[in-house]
């Protein structure tokens, strides 16, 4: 089957001296036949390439849900009078929200997502929340994969169902503690940019109630809830700048009162203890600081340091309990959990056992409580929930999530290695592979990274990666600036017009892997998603030589079309994360690494790129265009597959069997491109 050969139809436009061309952009016409046309052939086409790994491609579904405990529940967690589980029923790909009233009473199902998604190609639930009588339950639905979700309310007393209350909403809601009047987003027409806060009672006739509008484009309107439930808390957000306001949940009729007024370059987090805001802001602070300030009095001349910044400990969030703060951050490129007890300032951290780790808040909604619940993992050990005596400073193993077939987590080892980058700076790099199958040469690899929005790649367990492990990959995560791996420092280093260090840290650990013998490059492959296609994108047009194979996951690849067009969903908000190309010095330093502006003749590696039809933070034309144009530049007859999900978006097919399918479709690839497609999972 030949590749499909998508039409030219030439555009350009001139800014700074420099003239984008763009022969794809018919491909932004979403309802027009031969858009849909193309996006089909691609698949096709994709399909026929594949067809030769279909019985591999079930061998690995059927390994990765072999290893999953269908049958299951969570650790129950308490809130008020009830305990809240989720369960999994063996052949069913949704789970189902459960409660019992006390830790002993009989199971009420709150939400069968089954019953939800059945006869949906995409389901999701987006969020689920219960009055502060416990008697309703609100809850968001999207069924297509835009993330603009329908607004439900169900009596739990009497199983009466208001559906469809709103439609085309943000995801997030809140009760005021009336139990009579919910709080709700809308997004904004054309950019989706989520930007008024409405309130509305229950059996309302007429329109919802607007409580505040964010007007501008730059900024995010979300609300939550304080944990002792005295208050709501609507956040404005940029990248780079945070405005709080606050509502009395136990007025319907509160209005809001502003808190902490937005600087440019600010940003913060605030929890609610007895009466005090305790604060966490960057201001003066690169790594943050915590202060507190009396409700009544927040202006910033009332402020008190609580914790000074520190090089060393960067401060991410916090929950709040009645005499202590649970402050979660990160310490030396790994998570870590300092506990602050308020009465006598004392603090102390959370140990953890392993060198490479990850952990982080589970559901703590007990505002009395002193117990901590907390999640971990390694890239041996699987999930894991504890609870943690903040008082006594023991812990207890609530549960870890079960690996069927005999996992037995000796057999394999990790490691974290550092590579030199051009500058000098040390990029630390996460290992994990199976021990019986490490050999003394060069080994097939697999390099994951991701690299903006001060956004984390921690080292957790995956039970589907023990496909890889097992046939003698070696998984890598590359932890490079742009992310926030070593603190806010290593997030400044790798944005605005520092972002082709992401780029060049992340070539220099491919480099390391091949010169210190893990891999070679004829035995790399590498994989990115959303931001992390970027870095596909831009590393494979730098260095197409360093790599065999390469997976592109929605990739944000059309930067300079996508940056200079504000109509675009996300697309202002961004300049805070990328800059503004319609200055100057911004403009080409963006268009000196955009993936598709930079696509040339040479011979580029292996390569699957993936898109969502209804994805609103990367549009399903970005990789769309980009394949085309790769397809009419790449020199060699090497694979080049475009595979669009035609009925979901940024995050692929919804359910766990679905989930599963699309991950052994990808490690399929991986491997067949890799010439190991035929070695069988755990052969010595």
């Known amino acids: 089957m030949e590749a499909p050969v998508a039409k030219k139809t030439p555009s350009s436009r001139t800014l700074f001296g420099v003239t984008l061309h763009d022969d794809y952009a018919w491909m932004r016409q979403r309802e027009a036949p031969e858009v849909r046309a193309y996006l089909e052939a691609e698949n096709a086409y994709t399909q026929a390439q594949m067809a030769h790994t279909k019985d591999f491609q079930d061998t690995l579904y059927q390994e990765m849900l072999g290893r999953i405990k269908e049958d299951d529940t969570s650790v129950p967690y308490q809130k008020d009078n009830h305990f809240y589980y989720i369960r999994t029923v063996e052949g069913k790909p949704y789970a189902i929200h459960c409660r019992t009233l006390g830790a002993e009473g009989p199971e009420e199902i709150l939400i069968d997502e089954n019953e939800l998604a059945a006869g949906k190609e995409f389901f999701d639930l987006g969020d689920l929340d219960i009055s502060t009588n416990e008697q309703l339950m609100a809850y968001t639905t999207d069924e297509n994969g835009s993330e603009r979700y329908q607004l439900h309310v169900r009596n739990l007393e009497t199983g009466d169902l208001q559906e469809n209350i ?32 409405f309130r509305r009672s229950l059996g309302q006739e007429g329109e919802s109630e607007l409580v505040f509008h964010e007007a501008d484009e730059g900024f995010f309107l979300s609300i939550g809830k304080t944990k002792d439930d005295r208050y ?169 999530t079960e690996v069927r077939g005999g996992y037995d987590a000796s057999a394999y080892d ?154 675009i969903p996300l697309t202002v908000i961004e300049y805070d994360e990328w800059g503004n190309p319609n200055e100057e010095n911004y403009f080409h330093y963006m268009h000196s690494y955009s993936p598709y502006d930079n696509v040339q003749p040479q011979d580029y590696p292996d390569l699957l790129i993936t898109a969502g039809l209804n994805d609103p933070r990367v549009q399903y034309w970005e990789p769309a265009k980009w394949c085309a144009k790769l397809r009419q530049c790449k020199s060699t007859d090497r694979p080049l597959l475009l595979k669009t999900n035609m009925g979901a978006g940024h995050q692929g097919a919804s359910g766990r069997y679905g989930y599963l399918k699309e991950i052994a479709f990808d490690y399929a690839f991986l491997l067949d491109r890799l010439g190991i497609a035929d070695e069988p999972a755990g052969h010595q």
């Open 414 to 567: 990790s490691a974290r290695i550092f590579a030199t980058a051009p500058d000098g700076t040390q990029v630390p790099v996460s290992l994990v592979w199976n021990k019986a199958r490490r050999q003394d040469r060069p080994q097939e690899t697999l390099l994951y990274a991701y690299g903006s929005y001060g956004h984390s790649i921690d080292p957790t367990f995956s039970s589907a990666r023990l496909s890889l492990l097992d046939r003698g990959l070696i998984f890598a995560i590359a932890h490079i600036r742009g992310g926030g791996e070593m603190g806010r420092a290593w997030y400044e280093n790798g944005k605005f017009l520092f972002k082709k260090n992401t780029f060049s840290d992340f070539i220099a650990v491919a480099e390391h892997l091949i010169t210190t013998g893990v891999t070679a490059r004829d035995r790399l492959g590498i994989m990115g998603g959303s931001a992390g296609g970027l870095l596909m994108g831009a590393v494979i047009n730098m260095r197409p030589d360093l790599f065999k194979v390469v997976e592109a996951h929605v990739p944000f690849v059309d930067v300079m079309n996508t940056m200079l067009d504000p109509s």
């Open 232 to 400: 709501l808390l609507i956040d404005l957000s940029s990248h780079v700048t945070t405005e709080v306001w606050c509502l009395d949940a136990e007025d319907p009729n509160a209005q809001p009162q502003l808190v902490i007024p937005r600087r440019p370059g600010i940003e913060l987090g605030m929890v609610h203890n007895d009466g005090w805001w305790y604060i966490m802001t960057n201001e003066a602070a690169l790594n943050f600081r915590l202060l507190r300030t009396r409700v009544e009095a927040p202006e910033r001349e009332h402020w008190e340091e609580v914790l000074p910044h520190s090089p060393d400990f960067k401060i991410d969030y916090a929950e709040s309990f009645r005499d202590r703060l649970a402050i979660f951050g990160r310490k030396n490129g790994l998570k870590s959990i300092v506990v602050y007890h308020i009465p006598t300032g004392a603090t102390h951290d959370v140990p953890f056992p392993d060198p490479v780790y990850t952990a982080g808040a589970s559901s703590n909604l007990e505002f009395e409580s002193q117990v901590l619940r907390f999640k971990y993992s390694s890239l041996t050990r699987p999930a894991s929930v504890f609870d943690y005596d903040m008082e006594t400073g023991t812990r207890s193993l609530l549960k870890q």
């Open 166 to 197: 709103v439609d085309n909403i943000y995801g997030e809601i809140e009760w005021a503690n009336d139990n009579a009047t919910l709080y709700y987003i809308t997004r904004e027409d054309g950019t989706d940019r989520p930007h008024k806060l």
